[in-house]
């Protein structure tokens, strides 16, 4: 039986959640040196890479002729688009706007999952939040485009690539991933997407010249493969094998809090009034629907 959340459980996943909030702006901060499409690519594949190795070393079978390759595969293509439409979008608009979008990916996964999944119907209560997350992307959209930087295309793009996490969520709920362990399943997210982006990089003329990169950019990609796609996934695993899943998932709504912050903070983005509403309501919404209902028993 898993334990609820403890001091200790709540301190690591505050930094979790920074970490996570601070790699649209780790990966802004560099796009001029290298482009968000390489980052991403190459740093899913080295992550991946590791990945697999600790898989071995567990001996855990990461690929397998079974009922989870074709699922995989498909999972790993969502996932690839969700960072794909990252990789796009944060040539558009702002990293605060960018993780503020991608993170309706929940709103997106509660919807599917109430028509596809038994169990996973709506309450009253989180359809009021669904309604309430709309009207702030709604907000967002048509007065929160402030005159330096973020665009309404590069947000739609963000918000496209919430629903390619969120389609992500289903697939893995409504498969055989379900019942596979979760570094396999991660281990396809991760390799598919390095390989997709990777591919897609070349026709369109995307180089990584690392003779040519200053030490910022050597950080942040160190930050991004090493601290974000390796060290903070493999806590949050050890964390979802110890504590209840529900309450984690909760605390992960302050990752696109963190994310606004950084970007204000350390990329000096401006934002307008029109998005802070609209993205409070979008963070409000996302809590009253990932808040688990008392009902409900406590996952295993």
């Given at each position: 039986m898993?334990k609820e959340l403890?001091l200790s459980?709540v301190?690591?996943?505050?930094?979790?959640?920074?970490?996570?909030g601070l790699?649209?702006?780790?990966?802004?901060?560099i796009?001029?040196?290298?482009?968000?499409?390489?980052?991403?690519g190459?740093?899913s594949?080295l992550?991946?890479?590791?990945l697999?190795?600790l898989?071995r070393?567990r001996?855990?079978r990461c690929?397998g002729?079974?009922?989870?390759l074709?699922?995989?595969?498909?999972?790993?293509?969502?996932f690839a688009?969700?960072?794909?439409c990252?990789?796009?979008?944060?040539n558009?608009?702002?990293a605060?706007?960018?993780v503020?979008?991608?993170?309706t990916?929940p709103?997106?996964?509660a919807?599917g999952?109430?028509w596809?999944?038994?169990g996973?119907?709506?309450?009253?209560?989180q359809w009021?939040?669904v309604?309430l997350?709309?009207i702030g992307?709604?907000?967002a959209?048509l007065?929160g485009?402030p005159?330096?930087?973020a665009?309404w295309q590069g947000?739609?793009i963000?918000?496209v690539?919430?629903?390619?996490?969120?389609?992500?969520?289903v697939l893995?709920?409504?498969?055989?991933l379900a019942?596979?362990?979760?570094l396999?399943?991660?281990?396809?997210?991760?390799g598919?997407?390095?390989?997709?982006l990777?591919?897609?990089?070349?026709?369109?003329?995307?180089?990584?010249n690392?003779?040519?990169?200053?030490s910022?950019a050597?950080?942040?990609l160190a930050?991004q493969?090493?601290i974000?796609?390796?060290?903070?996934l493999?806590?949050?695993f050890?964390?979802?094998s110890?504590?209840?899943?529900?309450p984690l998932?909760?605390l992960?709504?302050?990752?696109?809090l963190?994310?606004?912050?950084m970007?204000?903070?350390?990329l000096g983005?401006t934002l307008?009034?029109g998005?802070?509403?609209?993205a409070a309501?979008?963070?409000?919404?996302?809590?009253i629907?990932?808040y688990p209902s008392?009902?409900?028993?406590?996952?295993?």
């Amino acid at each position: 039986m898993r334990k609820e959340l403890d001091l200790s459980a709540v301190l690591v996943m505050l930094v979790l959640c920074l970490v996570w909030g601070l790699q649209q702006t780790a990966i802004k901060a560099i796009a001029e040196q290298v482009d968000p499409l390489l980052q991403i690519g190459w740093r899913s594949l080295l992550a991946a890479g590791l990945l697999y190795g600790l898989a071995r070393w567990r001996g855990i079978r990461c690929l397998g002729r079974d009922q989870t390759l074709v699922p995989g595969l498909l999972a790993g293509s969502l996932f690839a688009m969700e960072f794909l439409c990252m990789a796009v979008g944060l040539n558009y608009t702002s990293a605060a706007h960018m993780v503020v979008f991608i993170y309706t990916a929940p709103l997106f996964a509660a919807c599917g999952l109430h028509w596809l999944v038994p169990g996973e119907r709506l309450s009253l209560r989180q359809w009021l939040g669904v309604v309430l997350a709309g009207i702030g992307v709604v907000c967002a959209f048509l007065i929160g485009q402030p005159s330096g930087g973020a665009s309404w295309q590069g947000d739609l793009i963000g918000l496209v690539g919430g629903a390619c996490w969120g389609a992500t969520t289903v697939l893995i709920r409504r498969s055989a991933l379900a019942e596979a362990p979760p570094l396999r399943t991660l281990f396809y997210q991760l390799g598919v997407t390095g390989v997709v982006l990777l591919v897609l990089a070349l026709p369109l003329g995307k180089r990584l010249n690392l003779a040519g990169l200053d030490s910022l950019a050597w950080s942040s990609l160190a930050f991004q493969v090493f601290i974000v796609a390796g060290i903070s996934l493999l806590g949050w695993f050890v964390l979802l094998s110890r504590y209840r899943a529900a309450p984690l998932g909760v605390l992960t709504l302050l990752t696109p809090l963190f994310g606004v912050l950084m970007g204000v903070w350390l990329l000096g983005e401006t934002l307008g009034a029109g998005f802070l509403v609209g993205a409070a309501l979008v963070l409000c919404g996302l809590l009253i629907v990932s808040y688990p209902s008392r009902s409900r028993t406590a996952p295993r």
